[in-house]
């Protein structure tokens, strides 16, 4: 479940608008203005490739199916979350920030509202993502997963608050009011 | 014209009414509800005693030295204890078989070969039959590659054992579809070298070659003292969905006993041991054949004597009796299945395990009202009277039910144990009191669920289940669909929870709403059900309930939203009308005691009749 | 994955005092590049507006290059309520040097600071403070202090939201010196009884400790209504229109609230801090500490008497910026000369580097403020249910040691062991006896044992959680009141307890509490403002750690006695 020696690099291949899709047990993985462009790792240097990797493996082991979206006219991790729960045919997203920041959305819910959150990104490594993928597959079937056990590390202020206004703040320049949500495939290639 | 407060201590309420009594006429004003402090008959009583008085003039509006007389029941010490015993255990011997059931095992069907780890597969001889095991760490595509490169080289690549849950996702990159069993964490402890076999189920099924005697027996090429021998492993792996089995020289699992000591059964003459093994059946036989039970022992350092010894103590600390005087008069047992891991297993597989709960009670004559009485005289500044023992003035107020007629017979099924009592055509009363109630239903739904969570075993007790099945709507457990015009909370989505007056509660369990709920209703029905007729057949006239006429129940489960109807459907063979009490026509079934205190107060009521203890 | 691995490269050869230096704890801390563009700055910016201000008949039009046509709402608030009109102009007029001597020189009074502050504007505020280095910043806190006599805050919070613990520490707390006992929740439907352990621990160890419980805002105020606690503080207030809205409020709103309080006669301050606008990524490219005098002039319009600030919850933003620590200590001169009540941080957990933990606190305890921590954690931090303090339990002896070294009061003192294990022990008996009077789930000998002994949460045996929960529904379906609990005190014994708590509510009807700074002496006299008000005017002027404070101050744990060096002093 860890990384492995070689690397992978993630590339977004846009395949066109991001519509409403009809699969009763889709995942919809929203992502973020910044995520993989220009964007590549997390605030703790889990790459990109592999947070996609690991959230579709989760959906796949499930047996669950999943799009991934890329949304460009807002860096708010409820907004994003929520316009991918309206578009998926389960009513389930994941969304997902650059730095990693996660959350399970459901379509009917409020906006602020979640499944569940994971706020602490520098808590989330590659075993996580893959739960997270789990669990929106199952909710996506209908069934009630455990929740993803959530850490806590009081002293992940002092490290990692001022880097995440940071990244936020980045993520927030990558915004583009004009550009309309794609969906996109995620091409992995792993370099040796 | 003098205003009375009755007031009834319980075992775990203490209830009061409060009337203004003129000659024999009674305005009744108010009754008020509060916890029961310590153990009833107690001098602890006295805090619970005076708040239940002080809400009960509250309520009415009155001042407290407007206050003439409180009434107080005679009431008597009962105390109860529960235990628990595991009396079953799965022992597995040299990693021999693996029998847990992941969400999302890999492929189908069966395979057969040795056991080589992923690092090791490369020396592998083309054409040799392989089971791989994956050990800790390994990446889904990494090992998918491995595996193809192996089959590509020819190597009869069978199955796969693995210890990510990366099953699916293994199988679904291979060039071959093969069974993978995965999460197994002690993959490790795999034993190498060895004949294995790998079975997975489709989806909905479960195996049927590793979970049958003969089918081992084709697999692994034994004879018929093998077969014999491994039969224990065919009965544990039964109803799973994947499996993996290792040939192993002194490989095995048993099922053995664990021996939890006896219980000394003391009663007619007689002394009796019985396992506390053997199960509640045997227990509860054993119980009928020295009835009346005089007294129980158990053994010290099992969980059962430890029970019984802290019953006699805490009774003994409450009354000065000494412990050597105590008698327990009464005990339940009660078989239930408890899961728990199994020693040996190599993928912290789980057995539910048989386990034998019991419940027992004791009560003394002695009690120390009294001193009761006057701790409240002292704090309200009035007179205190101690009158009417509860059985009977229970009864007495439960003939205040509108329709109901002499005999009649009530049921009060309380927190620690079973009451009931009898007025027959003569006007005599009896009464009985039986171990086992609400607790003992909380511990069983408790273990049989794995919850470890008493408040929401105790949440699945008292309330009906339902399960969300959007934000929107839930579907009760009786099959009607309820809507919602705002969204439900997220924390209860897709979840089977308990409908409580506070809304919706999740029950920590994946498995089916029907699941809890035949395990809620099996637990009533062990119980209630059962103590209730244990009782009643010890105060029917010559033990027959047909000559019951109407039992009444009284008492906070009286409110409970199936025990009245699982009571009365079990009595209906025996042409007994049972309902609901309602003291007064207003009270509903609380407040029988207090109301009958002062009942008997104003000269209403008949006059005390004596009253026989039948179990104590 | 946690924050304490280290991030050192393996593959490039280092030095081996390289590899030392590598693994300091002060390298676990996060510190990056400003982008002042942004707001990621902490308060020298070249975006932040030039100070400006003009009144047209009695009303400010034009506020710090705004006209009032492109005032957002904090600009309208701060405006309409705020800034004086008829001194602000000819305040505004003088030389923002001229304001900073005027600060910082004794010869000129604390009065005459304050009367000049009331006519500037936020950006005129910063444009002041920017001269200041931290010397001259610490220079301003002790003369524009609201209250004489300094003093603290203390969080008393538990893992397992045990009401005994809460009550043993907080008893602990009070009589170690705490002014005042803060809690919160885990389990936010234990609040009643992790409130009344509070209060009742607070009233063991000393007579007129204030206590408060921070919860949402609608229970927060129910708690203080009743009586079952003495003071609010967690009404968080932002320095951006944004940030505000995203909280579904507005300055009005949170007036509002204040005034409920004020109504009943509750102590109440607000929250604000630098950091928390970019964090949230709407700083309106303004700087962290131009916010914070936003969030400052707004408490001062709403006529809240005080401020929690000092960045607070956001410590890790301007703690990873160049002169962030230095902004922070600003921030608290700016609240003292507005003449607000200041709690004054240092609270929340800041730093892996117990060196850089304590230089962070010295701006604050140095020139003392009216609660030089607005949370020490008197509890462990792991038991701290704010999510960790910048001090704890065991600092306790160096907070007293430093005390001492340098001659300051920061509001605590060594108390013997015996006469601790007393408190604890009285605490844990008091509470026992309150929840059997009223009928909550009974406190047994055990748990009062291990109350009167324990560290942390651990060391306390588990309590029926359900049973609990439903005694602290059952406490608000009641109607239970501060009034009831000191009835029930009285009627266990425990009457010198129920005294010292009947008299903490007396204050909501004389509302002396209201005033400025206000908290309780030993004697129950409110010390403010107004009745203790700061007369520092240089040396030998102003608060002084002399006499019989000074005496109880040099007392630590172990001190060698000079009179027989072979023993020490007890």
């Not at chain 1, 991001?18 to 993985?29: L, M, Q, S």
């Not at chain 2, 409240?376 to 009158?387: F, H, K, N, Q, Y």
Request: with cysteine.
């Amino acid at each position: 479940m860890t990384t492995t020696e070689s690397v992978r690099t993630l590339s977004l291949t846009e395949i066109g608008p991001a519509e409403r899709g009809t699969r009763p047990d889709e995942v919809v993985i929203a992502l973020s203005p910044a995520f993989g462009d220009p964007f590549t790792k997390t605030i703790v240097d889990v790459p990109h490739a592999e947070v996609i990797r690991q959230l579709l493996a989760g959906i796949e082991e499930r047996g669950g199916s999943a799009r991934v979206i890329k949304v460009y006219k807002t860096a708010d991790l409820a907004a994003i979350a929520h316009f991918g729960a309206k578009l998926s045919g389960s009513g389930i997203a994941v969304g997902v920030l650059s730095r990693g920041t996660t959350v399970l959305h459901q379509r009917d819910l409020a906006r602020l509202s979640n499944l569940e959150l994971f706020p602490q990104a520098p808590l989330l490594d590659a075993e996580v993502f893959r739960m997270i993928g789990a669990n929106a597959a199952q909710y996506a079937q209908g069934q009630s997963p455990r929740p993803v056990p959530t850490r806590n590390d009081q002293m992940a202020r002092p490290r990692w608050q001022a880097k995440a206004a940071l990244l936020h703040l980045k993520e927030f320049d990558c915004i583009d009011k004009d550009r309309n949500a794609v969906e996109v495939e995620p091409v992995i290639t792993k370099v040796d | 014209m003098s205003l009375v407060i009755g007031v009834d201590i319980g075992n775990s309420t203490t209830e009061a009414c409060i009337a203004e009594v003129e000659g024999s006429g009674i305005d009744r004003l108010a009754s008020s509800l509060t916890a029961t402090t310590g153990v009833k008959g107690t001098p602890a009583n006295t805090a619970g005693a005076v708040t239940a008085v002080r809400r009960a003039l509250e309520a009415a509006g009155r001042p407290s030295d407007a206050l003439a007389t409180v009434l107080l029941n005679e009431a008597t010490p009962v105390i109860s204890g529960l235990a628990m015993e595991t009396i079953t255990e799965t022992i597995i011997t040299e990693s021999t078989m693996i029998g847990h059931n992941p969400d999302t095992p890999g492929g189908e069907g069966l395979g057969v070969g040795t056991t080589v780890t992923l690092e090791a597969l490369g020396e592998v001889e083309a054409g040799a039959p392989a089971v791989v095991v994956v050990g800790a760490g390994a990446d889904f595509d990494d090992v998918a590659g491995a595996l193809n490169r192996a089959l590509e080289r020819g190597v009869d690549v069978v199955a796969a054992v693995m210890h990510g849950d990366d099953a699916v996702l293994v199988v679904n990159r291979l060039s071959r579809r093969i069974p993978v069993v995965d999460e197994v964490s002690a993959v490790d402890r795999v034993p190498l070298g060895m004949l294995a076999a790998v079975e997975v189920a489709p989806p909905g099924r479960t195996i049927r070659t590793l979970s049958d005697s003969y089918g081992l027996a084709s697999t692994f090429d034994l004879d018929a003292e093998q077969t014999r021998q491994v039969s224990p492993v065919a009965r544990a792996l039964s109803g799973n969905r994947s499996a993996v089995v290792v040939r192993t020289p002194a490989g095995d699992v048993t099922d053995r006993r664990i021996p939890v000591g006896t219980l000394t059964l003391t009663g007619s003459g007689r002394t009796l041991d019985v396992g506390v093994d053997g199960g509640a059946d045997a227990i509860m036989e054993a119980i009928g054949r020295v009835a009346p039970l005089t007294d129980v022992h158990g053994e010290a350092g099992t969980h059962v004597g430890g029970m019984l010894a802290n019953v006699r103590d805490t009774m003994t600390d409450v009354t000065g009796q000494p412990a050597s005087e105590i008698r327990i008069r009464d005990v339940l047992a009660v078989d239930t299945l408890v899961p728990a891991t199994v020693r040996g297993g190599l993928a912290g597989e789980v057995s539910k395990e048989n386990a034998v709960a019991l419940a027992a009670m004791v009560r003394t004559s002695r009690s120390r009202m009294q001193a009761v009485a006057d701790a409240l005289s002292t704090e309200i500044g009035c007179e205190t009277i101690i009158g009417g023992v509860e059985g009977e003035v229970a009864v007495r107020g439960a003939l205040t039910t509108p329709g109901s007629s002499v005999p009649i017979a009530i049921i009060d099924m309380g927190g620690g144990s079973t009451d009931a009592a009898l007025l027959d055509r003569d006007g005599a009363v009896s009464a009985v009191h039986v171990a086992g109630a609400g607790e003992l239903v909380t511990k069983l739904i408790d273990s049989e669920l794995g919850l470890e969570d008493r408040e929401a075993a105790e949440s699945v007790k008292r309330h009906p289940l339902a399960k969300v099945e959007s934000f929107f709507h839930v579907r009760h457990e009786d099959g009607t669909v309820q809507f919602f015009t705002e969204p439900l909370s997220p924390h209860v989505f897709a979840k089977v929870v308990t409908v409580t007056p506070d809304g919706l509660a999740p029950v920590p369990v994946r498995g089916p709403l029907e699941e809890v709920r035949r395990v809620r209703r099996e637990a009533k029905r062990r119980v209630f059900v059962v103590n209730a007729l244990r009782a009643l057949v010890q105060v029917a006239p010559q033990g027959s309930l047909r000559l019951l006429g109407s039992v009444v129940l009284l008492g906070g489960s009286a409110l409970d939203f199936e025990i009245p109807g699982m009571v009365a459907d079990a009595l209906a063979p025996f042409g007994v009308v049972c309902g609901i009490g309602n003291v007064h026509g207003t009270e509903g079934p609380r407040n029988a005691v207090a109301a009958g205190l002062v009942d008997a107060y104003a000269g209403t009521a008949a006059g005390p009749t004596p009253v026989e203890e039948v179990a104590s | 994955m946690t924050a304490v691995e280290p991030r050192s490269d393996s593959t490039v050869r280092t030095s081996k005092r390289t590899e030392i230096l590598e693994a300091r704890p002060v390298n676990l801390d996060g510190f990056v590049e400003e982008w002042p563009e942004k707001g990621l700055v902490a308060m020298e910016s070249d975006f932040d507006p030039q100070p400006s201000v003009r009144v047209e008949d009695g009303r400010i039009v034009e506020l710090d290059g705004r006209t009032r046509d492109q005032f957002d709402f904090m600009d309208t608030f701060i405006a309409d309520h705020a800034i004086d009109v008829d001194t602000c102009e000819a305040a505004m007029a003088t030389e923002s040097v001229e304001i900073a001597r005027m600060i910082v020189d004794p010869r000129t009074s604390r009065a005459d600071v304050v009367a000049l502050g009331r006519g500037l504007t936020p950006a005129k505020i910063l444009d002041v403070v920017k001269l200041m280095n931290v010397v001259e910043i610490m220079m301003g806190i002790q003369k524009t202090r609201s209250r004489r006599t300094p003093a603290n805050q203390a969080h008393s919070t538990s893992a397992k939201d045990n009401p005994i613990q809460v009550a043993a520490d907080a008893a602990e707390g009070a009589v170690r010196g705490f002014a005042e006992l803060e809690t919160t929740l885990g389990v936010v439907r234990y609040a009643p009884l992790v409130a009344i352990g509070l209060q009742v621990g607070g009233q063991v160890g000393r007579g007129g400790t204030l206590t408060q419980c921070a919860l949402e805002e609608a229970t927060e105020l129910d708690l203080g209504m009743r009586g079952i606690t003495a003071y609010a503080e967690t009404i968080s207030i932002y320095g951006t229109e944004s940030v505000f809205v995203d909280g579904d409020d507005t300055p009005w709103s949170k007036a509002f609230l204040a005034s409920a309080y004020a109504s009943r006669g509750i102590k109440m301050r607000f929250t604000s801090g630098t950091g928390s606008e970019v964090q949230m990524g709407n700083a309106e490219g303004r700087s962290m500490l131009y916010l914070e005098i936003r969030c400052i002039l707004m408490a001062k319009g709403a006529g809240v008497q005080g401020l929690q600030n000092g960045s607070i919850s956001c410590i890790g933003v301007p703690g990873a910026v160049p002169g962030g620590i230095r902004a922070v200590a600003a921030e608290n001169l700016v609240a003292s000369w507005m003449d607000l009540e200041c709690a004054s941080g240092n609270d929340q957990s800041f730093s892996h580097s117990p060196m850089r933990r304590t230089s962070r606190l010295l701006p604050q305890m140095l020139p003392g403020t009216d609660f030089v921590c607005s949370g020490y954690s008197a509890v462990p931090n792991k038991d701290n249910m704010f999510a960790g303090s910048n001090l704890e339990t065991d600092d306790y002896d160096d907070w007293n040691v430093i005390q001492r070294d340098m001659q300051v009061d920061g509001g605590l003192r060594h108390v013997r062991e015996d006469v601790i294990l007393q408190v604890r022990n009285k605490a844990a008996r008091a509470m026992q006896a309150l929840f059997a009077e009223l009928d909550l789930p009974a406190i047994t000998d055990e748990e009062v044992e291990a109350a009167t002994y324990a560290n942390s949460s651990d060391d306390y045996p588990d309590r029926d959680v359900l049973a609990d929960l439903e005694g602290a529904r059952s406490v608000m379906d009641r109607g239970i009141t501060g009034i009831d609990l000191v009835r029930v005190l009285e009627r266990a014994g425990f009457g010198d307890v129920a005294e010292n708590y009947l008299k903490v509510l007396r204050q909501r009807v004389s509302g002396d509490l209201l005033q400025t700074a206000a908290v309780l002496d030993a004697g129950f006299v409110p010390r403010a403002a107004i009745n203790d008000a700061n007369d520092y005017a240089g040396p030998g002027t102003g608060y002084r750690l002399t006499g019989e404070r000074w005496e109880e101050l040099k007392k630590l744990r172990h001190v060698t006695s000079a009179e027989n060096p072979e023993e020490e002093v007890v």
